[in-house]
């Protein structure tokens, strides 16, 4: 504990959360500190508070902790956060105006002006928004935050092809696992042998977020990337994992063997700077018929890597698809671990 980062987790006994407990076992730079959930949580200890549904055991350590109230008297000043977005609204600022680095799941400040949207490999320099922040000016304290898990399998997916190629277009249609959801998330009833074809506000955040993850940084502002993008969600019957079919329009011809080159080339600071939970490669291309799939491919590389495969061409865009990424792993936790590692490398967690 000596030399580590004590931090805090904002919605600990959730799914994400049991996540982020997860993954910071035996982290090398950050240790869990200290655990917060709502009313119906606090005063327990987490081992009697949190129904927890990993394969891993709770670390001993964190069961005997006592969840504390989602009060910044007393919190270290590295949070993470995986709060529902009504409830990060209000908490999430009191926690930035008393001094913390807020590093945030929820959707509540995604889209904020000033607030960072970041996968660390795609646009690590948005982070400077940080400085235009008023709490950082006040208390030193920010929030950063990382996409919906949907779009962040798709928004890596795309990154090294809007480099190399341009990109005009996106469709995608997604087959969200049921931990999207969180726990207990949807009734058993409502999705054992059925797909549900709506999932609440998903594809106005996909069609909105990767745009911004995408963009340019300039000066104070993100300018969006301006291609279209339509997406259609869908809530299936798979424990975890996002499956996603992608079609898009390129900026210029590319022929498929440089497609898949740049997705295995692909790596950005986290690989350059040895981050943690950095994995070797970000993207992993298949060239299996039938793969992606989430029970054989969501863990790849320790859940961080993004899976494609499947690429055809397309009858409508250029080319078509197939996009997997563990929505819990990457897509949440791991995400926002990885953003953190990059906080700290940079010297933003003091
Ligand atoms: P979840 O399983 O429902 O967990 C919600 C957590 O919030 C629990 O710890 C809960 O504590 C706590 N909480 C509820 N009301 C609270 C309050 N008034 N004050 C303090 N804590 C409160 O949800 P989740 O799946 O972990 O998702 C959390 C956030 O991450 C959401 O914004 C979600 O959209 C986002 N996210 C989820 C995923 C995913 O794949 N699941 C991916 C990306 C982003 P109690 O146990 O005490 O009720």
């Not at 997916?157 to 995608?172: K, T």
Request: glycine share 8%.
């Amino acid at each position: 504990m000596a030399n580590k980062v004590p931090v805090g987790i904002l919605g600990a006994t959730g799914l994400v959360g049991q996540r982020f407990i997860q993954l910071l076992e035996d982290h090398p730079w950050f240790e869990v500190a200290w655990v917060a959930a709502s009313e119906r949580s606090a005063g327990q200890t987490y081992g009697e508070a949190a129904r927890w549904k990993l394969r891993t055991p709770i670390p001993a350590h964190v069961a005997k902790m006592k969840v504390s109230e989602a009060d910044p008297a007393g919190a270290p000043k590295v949070i993470f956060a995986s709060l529902d977005a009504p409830i990060a609204k209000d908490l999430e600022p009191r926690f930035a105006e008393a001094g913390c680095a807020v590093i945030s799941n929820s959707s509540a400040f995604r889209m904020q002006k000033d607030v960072p949207l970041v996968i660390p490999e795609v646009n690590p320099d948005h982070l400077k928004l940080v400085e235009c922040q008023s709490w950082r000016r006040k208390s030193g304290g920010f929030i950063v935050t990382n996409s919906n898990c949907s779009v962040m399998g798709l928004v890596l997916a795309l990154a090294p092809l809007q480099q190399q190629f341009g990109l005009e277009q996106v469709f995608a249609v997604t087959m969200q696992a049921v931990s999207g959801a969180g726990y207990p998330g949807v009734a058993s009833l409502d999705i054992l042998g059925n797909v549900i074809p709506y999932i609440a506000k998903e594809e106005e955040k996909m069609e909105a977020e990767a745009p911004k993850m995408l963009g340019r940084l300039n000066g104070s502002a993100i300018e969006p990337a301006p291609f279209r993008i339509s997406v259609q969600c869908n809530r299936v019957a798979v424990e975890d994992g996002h499956t996603e079919s992608v079609s898009v329009k390129l900026g210029k011809a590319a022929k498929p063997e440089e497609l898949i080159e740049a997705w295995r080339g692909f790596s950005g600071k986290p690989q350059e700077m040895k981050l943690p939970d950095a994995p070797a490669q970000p993207i992993l291309y298949d060239t299996a018929p039938d793969r992606p799939q989430p029970r054989l491919d969501a863990e790849r590389g320790g859940g961080m890597s993004v899976s494609v495969g499947r690429l055809r061409p397309c009858n409508l865009l250029d080319w078509k698809f197939t996009v997997l990424s563990h929505n819990t792993i990457r897509g949440a936790a791991g995400a926002a671990l990885l953003n953190a590692e990059l906080l700290k490398a940079q010297g933003y967690l003091g």
